[in-house]
């Protein structure tokens, strides 16, 4: 890792900009006052990683919980799978809890979302990184070590994941194979995640099948009534991924850019809490905020971080608030 820089408090301010490039290209600068250091100027991921460690320190600890295995899946696209599933992790990450995301989506638009393929060079472009290699054998090689984004531990995607298919038709024993990785990944560690969360591909193909069985509860997001759709192919995919995942379980329908006022998601609410209810619980909207929704993609940061005091942003930590209650889990005050 490269050294820290400094800079003295009189001469900071004719160098600042020059300084905050340094620190934008991600060194640390402290900053002197009479030789002695005073402050220090950070990269933002590494601000973010401070805060969520001390949220962290601060959760009060209640009884042993499992790690929490929560997969995002819905077989039509645009739904908003990849956004709710880091929206949820960055706000569960907020809450104090150690989080892990995986992206399994050979588009890779979490990954991209959060700026890793930004750099041509960066190891998230490589198949190395993702969680391909864990169906290369039958018995499943062991997961790469994840890449921390802003306290938040994500193994990425590219179109390397697109060969996962073909390994899987040839061989469906192996669509075992990362939940199998994952069990033992988890096992291995000192402090096992609270949550880890799957974004998913929309095709329904082995790979899907493989991802939703490496989690145990099942977040649909919907957006629209085209969202509904697929809903009998999710749920005859939930049905094979559970001779894999024989707990796995429907936990959560989500709506996802809302505008109340619009006639079909008047519909699309009723429908959720009346005929659909019998399958899930629904937890409350997350609004449609393109305006905040597009600055955080082009800043490559959550909504969360990017604009907390956003509508839809407190609209993000009230549907966690939700997702947490319907686990079962005590929401820290
Ligand atoms: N609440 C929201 N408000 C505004 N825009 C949103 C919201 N949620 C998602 N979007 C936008 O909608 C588009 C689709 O969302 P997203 O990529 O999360 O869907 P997806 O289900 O993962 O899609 P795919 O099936 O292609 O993987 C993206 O451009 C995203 O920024
Ligand atoms: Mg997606």
């Not at 990425?156 to 990944?185: G, I, M, T, W």
């Amino acid at each position: 890792m490269e050294s820290d820089a400094s800079c003295k408090s009189a001469t900071l301010r004719t160098n600042l900009y020059a300084t905050l490039d340094q620190v934008k290209a991600g060194r640390r600068v402290v900053i002197e006052r009479h030789a002695a250091p005073m402050a220090a100027l950070i990269p933002m991921t590494d601000y973010w990683e401070l805060i969520m460690r001390r949220a962290r320190q601060h959760r009060p600890k209640e009884e042993f919980m499992p790690t929490q295995r929560l997969v995002i899946a819905n077989a039509s696209g645009g739904e908003g799978k990849s956004t709710v599933a880091r929206e949820l992790a960055y706000s569960l990450a907020l809450l104090g809890y150690k989080v892990a995301l995986f992206d399994l989506d050979p588009q890779a638009s979490l990954t991209k979302a959060l700026g890793l393929h930004d750099d041509p060079a960066s190891p998230a472009r490589t198949e190395e990184a993702t969680v391909g290699r864990v169906f290369s054998r039958d018995e499943p090689p062991p997961l790469p070590e994840p890449m921390q984004v802003h306290g938040v531990d994500v193994w990425p995607a590219n179109d390397s994941l697109n060969s996962v298919d073909n390994v899987l038709n040839n061989d469906f024993a192996r669509a075992a194979n990362l939940r199998e990785a994952l069990d033992a990944y988890l096992s291995g560690m000192a402090e096992p995640y609270d949550f880890v969360i799957l974004d998913t591909k929309p095709q329904r193909t082995n790979f899907l099948t493989a991802s939703v069985a490496a989690a145990d509860h099942l977040l649909v997001p919907v957006s629209g009534i085209k969202g509904l759709e697929n809903l009998d192919v999710l749920l005859k995919l939930v049905k094979v991924a559970r001779g894999i995942a024989p707990s796995l379980t429907l936990r959560a329908f989500i709506p996802n850019r809302i505008r109340e006022n619009v006639d079909h998601h008047k519909e699309l609410l009723h429908h959720l809490q009346t005929d659909l209810s019998r399958l899930a619980p629904v937890t409350s909207n997350v609004r449609d905020s393109l305006a905040t929704m597009g600055g955080a993609t082009q800043q490559r940061l959550p909504a969360v971080l990017y604009k907390p005091k956003a509508k839809v942003s407190e609209d993000i930590v009230a549907m966690t608030h939700n997702v947490l209650k319907i686990l079962g889990v005590k929401v820290p005050a």
